[in-house]
């Protein structure tokens, strides 16, 4: 029941009724007030004019015939209209209409319809004859104007009550018009709340407020539904990469397993290939001192044979350690590349070139082959030693983390190493084709001309840049830019 | 009579390499480290120096190095194991081998071989490298 | 004592002239020239006719002072109920131009009217104006 009454229906009818309940008594009252009115002032404006004519009329009876018509005069009059007593009263003298049903009245005479409550409404009028007056009394039936009052009050109290009916069945009818679309919005909006996202909001309704409002909430709907599929694919997409992320990790263990083999089987291979050399010396010396056809010779040959055919075993598990190692793109941090090549470079470097490493500390990660980096360092480094093998001087050796613009303009950050030398320097001209394949300033059989080119292949392969600075006498300085790994890929751990 | 210094750490390598050249009739004398091969060509510098480049201590490079400087004549046949120097000693590595044979190259080594060898690529490059 | 003895017979004497009956008496000032006027003349003069005394109109005043001399003036002198009586004075104006009465609802200024326009005619109670001397009575228009 509560439920009913705080509905939106149950409100709306409620309003309505009450409004109904309050106001049709108030206009029965009114109508009925009005309309007694109405009756009441036609029957007294009827009466009193009619009674005036009547007056005016025994004034105009002639003197002689009076006395003796008076009785005729009056019934005529009552006998027409309303007139239900007629009275004329001449001093003591009354004469009085046959046809008057009405007894005389007690006192007076009515000034308002209905008064004394005698179904009568009597009217006195002094009416002048040759030398004094009489009295002419006459009484109208109220009955009739009664009657008509009753009858118009109870068409007055149908009217209303068909008032009242009508405004409340159309009440019921508006609340339903209104009530629907808030119901099956209400619906809709549950559907929604039960995670049915796609179901419509759009009512139709004519009401326009009630459009419009479906309209706004089913804007806002799509707005919402818009934002939750971008959220989802969000989330799509984070698990996708999460799950890229899973595959990149899952890929990178299998191929450090891979390159932990690689370099298990080259270590192995190395150490086989140590054995094989006395093998091969001892079993050919031993095949030189003996004679060519018999069975100690064939012997030989097969160990010589099998000999062989382990070094080229061997060569295989080799090539396959080193392609296991430089298949695909690792990532690694500059320093201890940059240190396994220089201790080779201090190798190679005569007294009178001193190498200053300006502190190696570690870069960010970067991408690739580590072999080809350390191929990038070592030739560098020889390209500083040509330079400076005549009168000696300082290689300086620097690794950091630079910052410039990238292609896209954004701010990226690079692994920087820098390699610089003290030696002769380069004439621009030269400078322009250093990284040119087979262009090479040394002595013909001192170097293949190879070096740079190489290393700006690699650098360039790597997605980095070279750049150098140089002048005759000034020495150069070589400075390799490598762009910062991405952090989805963890930072492979040296195999050991 | 040419004389030959073989280095090598690995005593079975160094063995077999004296008694090949030995046996083509070189005077061969062969020790285990770079130092004591240093010592032995003080001594008495040889034609040849047949030497590994992967040893403990001071390397094959260093050596040759040093001989570039104080015995220029002296003739280097370096022998590579197929590893690398320096912090990852014995990985194997394409680059690192190709930049190592590039270091030893550029040192001075005249002759490179690549372990296993045959006698005959030995005794080739021996005799390649004498004035004869 | 005695004073207030004579008073209180005064008032009964005149209880008894006025006392049992009551009229409503046409009146004019003392001096007016108005003599006698028919019921007919009267109704057309409170009606908006113009009603001509010596060669003057006649200026008609309705006395509503009093609720039941209203009445007795709407039932006796124009026969017609309040709506019906506004409704034919409306028309007379729009129509033919007639002169409406002046409507007055207090006594003091009916007198005053009166005293003021020898040409004016209104009507009361008989008790309010008997004792009147600058009010003469044209005639009685009711009573009971």
Known sequence: MERVINSLRGRLLAVVLLINAALAPLLYLGLSRIVEEGYADLFVNSVRSYSRMVADQLEAVPSQDFAARSQDVLDDFAVSGLVVFAQIEDGTKRVRSAVSQLPAPGRGEDFHFHEHSDQAYYISHSVKRDDHEVVLRLGFDETPTLEQIAAAKRRVLAAVLAFALVSTVLAIALSRVIARPVVRLREAAKRIARGEVSTELLQHSSI?????????????????????????????????????????????????????????????????????????????????GTAQNGALASDLKRIVAAAHRARSLVNRILTFSREMDSQEARVFTLAPTVAEALALVRAIMPANIEIVVDPLEDTPPVSGDPGQLHQVVVNLCLNAYHAMRVAGGRLTLRLGAAEHAGKGGARERYAMLQVADTGHGMEPAVMQHIFDPFFTTREVGEGTGLGLSVVHGIVTSMGGSIQVESAPGRGARFTVLLPVATALEPAATDVA | MASIVVVDDEADVGDAIRRVLEHSGFEVRAVNDAEAGLRAIEERPPDIVVTDVIMPRMNGLELVKILRTRFPRVRVIAISGGGSLGIQTYKPDAISTH?????????????????PFDMDELLAAVRRQLPN | MRRAFLYLLLLSVSGLLHGGQKSVVLIARA???????????????????????????????RNRSDEQLDE??????????????ERQILTGLNRQGSIRPEDVTSQERVLQELLTDPNAVSFAWLRDVAHNPKIRVIRVLWSE
Do not use: C
């Open chain 2, 99 to 115: 930049a190592y044979l590039a270091a030893v190259r550029e040192v001075g080594a005249q002759e490179i071989l690549t372990k």
């Open chain 1, 208 to 288: 326009a407020e009630m459009r419009e409002l479906s309209h706004h909430l089913e804007h806002m709907r799509r707005e919402l539904v818009g934002t939750s599929e971008r959220l989802q694919s969000e989330i799509r997409e984070r698990e996708a990469s999460e799950g890229k992320r899973l595959e990149l990790e899952r890929r990178l263990q299998h191929r450090e397993r891979i390159a932990t083999i690689g370099t298990l089987a080259g270590g192995m291979a190395h150490e086989f290939n140590n054995i094989m050399t006395p093998i091969l010396l001892y079993s050919q010396l031993a095949l030189n």
């Open chain 3, 31 to 61: 001096d007016s020239k108005v003599s006698d006027l028919d019921s007919l003349t009267v109704r057309k003069l409170f009606m908006g006719w113009p009603v001509l005394v010596n060669g003057g109109p006649l200026h008609a005043i």
């Open chain 3, 72 to 85: 007795v003036f709407l039932q006796q002198v124009v026969a017609m109920s309040q709506s019906a009586y």
